[in-house]
């Protein structure tokens, strides 16, 4: 992805060309990663699973004590307008809020005005090579901060394992920590056992991914066993399927982790299942 002149982005109430959007250096998303962000999928046009991201970004504004409620009118006819203005069939829309300029302190300032930027990427995820091949994984230390399960800015160690999977030949890299996988770096996690679904439980140890939600209820509606525990790095391995979740990526299968393949390396029929399920789901009730 590399800069479009001809992008128009949100800052602030102003849709501008992105080269005209200007944040301060004050801005504590700047200086602190203090801020949380959104990713919104797009398809034919329209935004999945909206609402749902809205109410995370609303936890999330609320774990942080950033003063802001969200209103979901105004930021869906915001989402809308870029969609419009960018042309964007599909991709995604990335939303941030920080909570605003101040002069640099750790402490929190007691009145600061939120900044609200948002803007489009052309993403096309839906025939994904990997949904044929797989992805090749590397595992990690869970490194990152402790809570993960804030949807924050705070990247760089997500930014560092993803770099160093792609310099050992790998796609992605899923977190350990004390013993039991946690998720991948930017998606959740599953494995499948004997006609069993796994995924580690809605803890502080892992983002509560959209996409995660509502695979967990296809399971349901679709009477497939579910399990929420956490599992070791050794039972994903000799899974039968395993697979990442998130947005934009839907569902896609993962077939070597460490170098050791999956169920001979094949994608496996429930990730392919759930995969074009979510997606039929997912487009009826675009907004």
Request: aromatic residues 8%; charged residues 25%.
């Amino acid at each position: 992805m590399t800069s479009d002149p001809s992008r128009i982005v949100y800052l602030n109430g102003a849709y501008l060309p992105e080269a005209e959007a200007k944040v301060s250096i004050f801005d504590r998303g700047y200086l602190m990663a203090d801020a949380v962000y959104e990713y919104t999928a797009v398809i034919d046009g329209k935004l999945l699973e909206f609402d749902a991201h809205i109410a995370r970004l609303q936890r999330s504004l609320d774990e942080l004590q950033i003063d802001m409620q969200v209103d979901r009118e105004a930021l869906l006819a915001m989402h809308r307008s870029l969609i419009s203005r960018n042309a964007i069939d599909v991709g995604g829309v990335y939303l941030q809020v920080s909570r605003g300029v101040a002069d640099r302190d750790f402490v929190f300032p007691q009145s600061c005005e939120p900044t609200v930027m948002a803007f489009t990427q052309r993403l096309n995820f839906l025939d994904h090579p990997a949904m044929h091949s797989g992805l090749k994984v590397i595992s990690v230390e869970d490194g990152r901060w402790a809570r993960p399960d804030i949807k924050t800015t705070q990247l760089l160690y997500t930014s560092m394992v993803k770099t160093q999977a792609l310099q050992r030949g790998a796609h992605d890299a899923i977190f350990v920590k004390d013993g039991y996988v946690t998720e991948a770096t930017s998606a959740n996690l599953f494995i499948v056992k004997d006609g069993w679904l796994i995924t580690h439980p809605g803890t502080r140890d892992i983002l509560h991914g959209v996409t995660r939600r509502a695979i967990l209820a296809l399971a349901e509606d679709l009477d497939i066993p579910l399990e929420t525990r956490p599992f070791t790095l050794e039972e994903a391995q000799s899974a039968d399927e395993v697979f990442m979740t998130a947005s934009p990526l839907y569902v896609l299968p993962v077939t070597t982790i460490d170098e050791v393949p999956v169920a001979q390396a094949v994608p496996g029929a429930m990730a392919g299942n759930l995969r074009a399920r979510f997606l039929d789901a997912a487009r009826s009730s675009a907004v």
